[in-house]
């Protein structure tokens, strides 16, 4: 990039050719050669692009945005933000499927059916080899067994299959990827022997009756496995796939931390600025920065099922919450909204892992709900929360009575510093008073 400091005429100079052919080039009429009349000519065919493609993308957004995701299956980060794109013009990216999915990324309706290609480690040959297969079992595999049957081992390896297993591509036919997993080798030397039978013509008598009735097997019994976890299953799709698809990690948790009352990040420009507010998300980027004072501060990229927002914490409250900055992982952040350039941020007050987060409650009947009780109440927790810089603990009140319990989240002027050390004050004053975990 050049930037234009200063002009002065020079008035008449010759111009000199510097490579580009003499067609090129245009003479005037006084015989001044223009050599490499780039500018307009490039400006404009980019323009032509640019309005092409605006044009493709509010027509045939389906279309335009699974080209979009093809043409970069090969940057995992890419893929990753068109598909967030494509939630927000809402269209669905389904997860990869063995009896569905193409090598491409392929428009349905109003989905995008997920490609092959961008799955890490599965070369072109795996693919191809795949697709062939299919077409060999009637354009759907029946099971496991009918794929690695009728899928060439040599180039749909044991690293291909562990991948496409991870990838819970085989969902659809075997849900538990697990057992696969654990199955893999027993699976592949039968398959490898069944196929060796048929190079050299060895068919059996099960064979021919297999042929005649698809639904006859005999393929080995598996050895019954426990699934995976949805969160390791979350994890090894985002190795495999950069992002889990079978379903967002928050939403495991959206309805255990829903007493906090949690607001989504697609919501924070609706929210007046300076407020402090909550929410369930994860933090996808670090970026750590000294301030002035030479103290260390961060940049974090947060995001929830909705969208991602930019976060910052300031050295102020950096030493306090360290401990608890980690990526992709499941958080409760407190903080407070701000407006930079007409786009909302949060300023991070406090955050805490969610299975780590240990409100405080306090249990009272209608009898105790007298005006002496609710002062005492009052002024203990008052105490217990003197700075509002570090009072960062919820606390509730449970309202039993024989019809129903009545779960009440305080304002944030009663949350308090130190949990343990409120519920065993407010024992001794005569509570009832205890910490429990959201999950």
Same mark, same amino acid.
């Given at each position: 990039?050049?930037?234009?400091?200063?002009?002065?005429?020079?008035g008449?100079?010759?111009?000199?050719?510097?490579g580009v052919?003499?067609?090129?080039n245009?003479v005037?009429?006084?015989?001044?050669?223009? $050599?490499?009349?780039?500018n &307009?000519?490039?400006? !404009?065919a980019?323009?032509?692009?640019?309005?092409q493609?605006?044009?493709?993308?509010a027509?045939?957004?389906?279309?335009?945005m699974?080209?979009?995701?093809t043409?970069?299956?090969?940057n995992?980060?890419?893929v990753?933000q068109?598909?967030?794109?494509c939630?927000?013009?809402?269209i669905?990216?389904c997860?990869? *499927?063995?009896?569905?999915?193409? #090598?491409?990324?392929i428009?349905q309706?109003?989905k995008?059916?997920?490609?092959?290609?961008?799955? &890490?480690?599965?070369?072109?040959a795996?693919?191809?080899?795949?697709?062939e297969?299919?077409?060999k079992?009637?354009?759907?595999?029946k099971?496991?067994?009918d794929f690695?049957?009728k899928?060439?081992l040599?180039?749909?390896?044991?690293?291909?299959l562990? !991948?496409l297993i991870y990838?819970g591509?085989?969902d659809?036919i075997?849900?538990n990827r697990?057992?696969?997993i654990?199955?893999?080798?027993?699976?592949?030397?039968?398959?490898?022997?069944?196929q060796?039978?048929?190079?050299?013509?060895?068919?059996?008598?099960f064979?021919y009756?297999?042929?005649?009735?698809p639904?006859c097997e005999?393929?080995?019994?598996?050895s019954?496995?426990?699934?995976?976890?949805?969160?390791?299953?979350?994890?090894?799709?985002?190795?495999?796939?950069?992002?889990?698809?079978?379903?967002?990690?928050?939403?495991l948790?959206?309805?255990?931390?829903?007493l906090?009352?949690?607001?989504?990040?697609k919501?924070?420009?609706e @929210?007046? $600025?300076?407020?402090?507010v909550?929410?369930?998300?994860? @933090?996808t #980027?670090?970026?750590y920065?000294?301030?002035?004072?030479?103290?260390?501060?961060?940049?974090?990229?947060i995001?929830?099922?909705?969208?991602?927002i930019?976060? @910052?914490?300031?050295?102020s409250?950096?030493?306090? @919450?360290?401990?608890?900055i980690v990526?992709?992982t499941p958080?409760i952040i407190?903080?407070?909204?701000?407006?930079?350039n007409e786009?909302?941020?949060i300023?991070? *007050?406090?955050l805490?892992?969610?299975?780590?987060?240990t409100?405080?409650?306090?249990?009272?009947?209608p009898?105790?709900v007298r005006?002496?009780?609710?002062v005492?109440?009052?002024?203990?927790?008052?105490? &217990? $929360?003197?700075? &509002?810089n570090?009072?960062n603990i919820?606390t509730?009140?449970?309202?039993?009575?024989?019809?129903?319990?009545i779960?009440i989240?305080?304002?944030e002027e009663y949350?308090?510093e130190k949990?343990?050390e409120t519920v $065993?004050t407010?024992?001794?004053?005569?509570?009832v008073?205890? !910490?429990?975990?959201?999950i």
């Amino acid at each position: 990039m050049v930037k234009i400091v200063k002009r002065r005429p020079l008035g008449q100079q010759k111009v000199y050719d510097i490579g580009v052919e003499k067609d090129h080039n245009f003479v005037l009429a006084n015989g001044l050669v223009v $050599s490499n009349c780039f500018n &307009k000519s490039h400006s !404009t065919a980019y323009a032509y692009i640019t309005y092409q493609t605006a044009y493709l993308k509010a027509n045939y957004p389906v279309e335009y945005m699974s080209v979009l995701l093809t043409s970069n299956s090969d940057n995992q980060e890419k893929v990753k933000q068109y598909r967030e794109n494509c939630l927000e013009m809402g269209i669905e990216v389904c997860p990869p *499927d063995i009896n569905t999915s193409q #090598k491409e990324f392929i428009p349905q309706g109003k989905k995008i059916l997920f490609g092959l290609c961008a799955i &890490k480690n599965l070369g072109e040959a795996a693919i191809e080899n795949i697709m062939e297969a299919r077409k060999k079992a009637g354009g759907k595999f029946k099971s496991f067994a009918d794929f690695i049957s009728k899928v060439n081992l040599r180039v749909c390896n044991r690293k291909v299959l562990e !991948t496409l297993i991870y990838a819970g591509v085989f969902d659809s036919i075997h849900p538990n990827r697990c057992q696969l997993i654990e199955n893999l080798d027993l699976m592949i030397n039968w398959a490898q022997k069944k196929q060796e039978e048929r190079q050299t013509g060895q068919l059996n008598i099960f064979d021919y009756i297999s042929q005649e009735s698809p639904e006859c097997e005999e393929a080995p019994t598996m050895s019954n496995v426990p699934d995976f976890s949805p969160l390791e299953k979350i994890k090894l799709e985002k190795e495999y796939l950069g992002f889990p698809v079978s379903q967002h990690p928050l939403k495991l948790y959206k309805e255990k931390v829903k007493l906090l009352s949690p607001v989504e990040v697609k919501d924070l420009p609706e @929210i007046k $600025s300076r407020k402090k507010v909550g929410i369930l998300a994860m @933090i996808t #980027k670090i970026r750590y920065h000294l301030d002035k004072n030479n103290k260390k501060m961060a940049f974090l990229t947060i995001e929830d099922a909705s969208q991602q927002i930019d976060g @910052i914490v300031f050295a102020s409250v950096y030493e306090g @919450i360290k401990d608890s900055i980690v990526a992709d992982t499941p958080l409760i952040i407190w903080g407070r909204v701000d407006i930079k350039n007409e786009q909302p941020q949060i300023i991070v *007050d406090y955050l805490s892992k969610v299975e780590e987060i240990t409100p405080v409650f306090i249990q009272l009947n209608p009898s105790q709900v007298r005006e002496e009780t609710v002062v005492k109440l009052r002024d203990i927790l008052k105490e &217990k $929360s003197k700075d &509002k810089n570090k009072r960062n603990i919820p606390t509730f009140i449970k309202l039993e009575s024989d019809r129903e319990n009545i779960i009440i989240r305080l304002g944030e002027e009663y949350w308090v510093e130190k949990a343990d050390e409120t519920v $065993s004050t407010l024992q001794n004053a005569g509570f009832v008073a205890y !910490t429990h975990y959201l999950i």
